[in-house]
């Protein structure tokens, strides 16, 4: 399943070529992993980011932020049609910077997940459909 906040942000080729993106990649922790998986997936989301956009070092440097946040506990809230509780979620936001008004400049992603995965595999899939739906230009 998947939850839009926000506005509807997708980045055109030209956008791509002067977006600058700062990612607080450290602050990407997902609890009741061990260091070594959360470090997987901070080079999953990196490396994703580094192959398509120009990620800068600090914030004052961009003119697009990044957040990722992913969870992975029951949400008997959040079903499915089938009827079935969420098991977990990955939430990924893209604001300009600097925001200036949040219900335009910001766009958040929830993906729901229904059934128990490996972070990882929950991870590249969610990564690999919200670069799809947010960069326009990827394959």
């Known amino acids: 399943g ?3 906040d926000f506005s509807h942000i997708t980045m055109s080729a030209s956008d791509i070529q002067t977006a600058r993106v700062f990612v607080d ?5 997902v609890p009741n992993l061990s260091a070594a998986e959360n470090s997987e997936l901070q080079q999953l989301a990196r490396e994703g980011l580094r ?6 070092r600090r914030k004052d440097e961009a003119n697009y932020l990044v957040q990722i946040r992913m969870y992975q506990s029951p949400n008997y809230a959040i079903r499915n049609p089938q009827r079935e ?6 939430m990924i936001s893209i604001c300009k910077f600097p ?3 949040m219900s ?3 766009e958040n992603l929830q993906y729901d997940y229904f059934r128990d ?5 929950v991870f590249s899939t969610v990564f690999r459909m919200w670069l799809k739906q947010t ?4 394959d």
């Open 25 to 29: 990649i450290d602050r990407f922790v």
């Open 135 to 138: 960069i326009s230009n990827v």
């Open 51 to 56: 192959t398509k956009l120009q990620i800068v």
């Open 2 to 4: 998947i939850l839009r």
């Open 117 to 121: 995965y490996k972070a990882k595999e």
């Open 85 to 90: 509780s969420s098991h977990g979620f990955v």
């Open 99 to 101: 925001v200036r008004n």
């Open 104 to 106: 335009e400049d910001c």
